[in-house]
């Protein structure tokens, strides 16, 4: 596992443009604002690049790769056709399945069930539906929240709309693959449950 991925704190912006089909975003530090990984959708088809700007968006397919600045691959997470509910892999950097993520289908927010390799339950990812609020927990315990509102060193400040933060609990060891997953599941929250 990358090195980068065992700090607590990401930025997750994402590229903004009028007519963009792939979903692309950059990964920094928060505390001193450094590029610390990309995610690129690179190998988009014809026909998802078309219904990427119809009512269908939410249902087509994505092949995700995050790297570091250098091109080094971290993860990458795909899912197939969507009707309606997304089931998506993650992958390591040498293309071994780490887990799934499984859409429940009727959830107030949005929520995920995060999975293993061999299908056992790691964690939930649940959304507010007032927002963009939302938390990896195991039983009663916080693994971890993304948000568009993060306190820093001393004050507060607001991320834009397109851009907000994750944040991994300390008592996430390092090196565990859960933290692989918490990434890659925040990638799926903007690209499954928010488009």
């Not at 249902?59 to 795909?78: L, N, Q, Y």
């Not at 887990?99 to 507010?128: A, H, M, P, Y």
Request: with cysteine; net charge positive; hydrophobic share 40%.
């Amino acid at each position: 596992m990358n090195p980068i991925l065992n700090q607590n704190l990401f930025l997750v912006k994402e590229h903004v443009g009028m007519f963009k089909a792939a979903n692309n975003y950059d990964i920094y530090n928060p505390e001193n604002n450094e590029l610390i990984m990309n995610c690129r959708e690179k190998n988009l088809g014809f026909f998802t690049k078309v219904l990427r700007f119809t009512d269908f968006k939410r249902a087509t397919p994505f092949d995700i790769e995050i790297a570091s600045p250098s091109g080094e691959k971290i993860i990458s997470v795909r899912r197939g056709v969507a009707i309606f509910r997304s089931t998506v892999e993650v992958f390591d950097e040498k293309e071994r399945l780490i887990g799934t993520f499984k859409q429940k289908l009727i959830s107030i927010g949005g929520k995920f069930q995060i999975l293993d390799k061999n299908e056992r339950l790691v964690c939930t990812l649940q959304g507010k539906w007032t927002g963009w609020d939302f938390k990896f927990t195991k039983d009663t315990k916080m693994l971890g929240q993304v948000n568009k509102k993060w306190a820093g060193i001393g004050k507060e400040f607001f991320t834009s709309a397109d851009n907000y933060v994750l944040q991994i609990e300390n008592s996430v060891a390092q090196d565990d693959s859960v933290r692989q997953l918490i990434l890659a599941a925040v990638m799926c929250i903007d690209m499954v449950l928010k488009e």
